[in-house]
């Protein structure tokens, strides 16, 4: 919403960070790119959530810490659920480790490859065989096509499945055409989190240069963001 909340439950000794998923991947990240974490449910906000983050070193080089961004899983969830090609089509997303970020009947706290369905754990096998392609698979009694692409910029796969028997019953031309929107729309969505990676990405390397000249003594120099939100907030505060 449009409020700050300031919380000290982070720095609870019970609250081990440095073991944390996105800390240590913050830490193996570099200059060029954030790291992003899978889907998780943090129990201090008590949302289910992912998280960019990127280091930050001293002038010698050693690493102080990392700067990250947290972003609400729900917005995600709900653009993928919005996502047709056909009446009975669904869209899904999965985590690169295999999570379910967004997928009707299951949770983030599932994994595909775990799953007790014999038919979706072989599916989440042939998923990560591959960067995108076309499948088929046995799902729900009825013989389904999954088409999935992976999202350069965190891992995950998005697809959608479509039921062979809607695909048989329309004239290829209608198929081709709805098929060619789900693709299209599909890119859109990739397209949108590599922006929004790229924006975060650029926030977090203008903070860290300021943290860096801070941290060496000079307190003249200033940092201002030009967009609105959680790092223009630090920026001012800064």
């Not at 392609?133 to 499945?161: C, D, H, M, N």
């Not at 790229?198 to 390397?205: F, V």
Request: a negative charge; charged letters at 20%.
């Amino acid at each position: 919403g449009d409020q700050y909340i300031l919380t000290d439950m982070y720095e609870n000794s019970d609250y081990d960070y440095p073991t944390t998923e996105w800390y240590l991947n913050g830490k193996q990240s570099t200059d060029k790119g954030i790291a992003w974490t899978d889907v998780y449910y943090d129990p201090v906000s008590e949302i289910t959530m992912l998280t960019g983050a990127q280091p930050f070193y001293s002038q010698s080089g050693e690493i102080l810490g990392t700067c990250t961004a947290d972003m609400d899983a729900v917005g995600i969830q709900q653009i993928v659920s919005e996502i047709h090609a056909s009446q009975n089509s669904r869209a899904f997303l999965i985590g690169s480790n295999g999570c379910y970020i967004s997928f009707e009947g299951r949770t983030p706290d599932q994994l595909i490859q775990e799953d007790g369905d014999s038919d979706l754990s072989t599916l989440g096998a042939s998923l990560f065989g591959n960067d995108s392609g076309v499948l088929s698979a046995e799902l729900q009694g009825a013989r389904q096509r999954v088409y999935y692409q992976t999202i350069p910029s965190t891992g995950w796969k998005l697809g959608i499945f479509v039921d062979e028997k809607e695909i048989t019953a329309q004239t290829r031309s209608l198929t081709t055409t709805m098929l060619t929107v789900t693709v299209f729309a599909l890119i859109l969505i990739i397209l949108a989190v590599t922006a929004l990676t790229r924006i975060l990405n650029k926030s977090i390397q203008r903070i860290n240069r300021f943290s860096v000249l801070a941290a060496s003594g000079n307190l003249e120099e200033r940092v201002h963001l030009s967009n609105q939100g959680e790092f223009s907030s630090i920026a001012e505060n800064l």
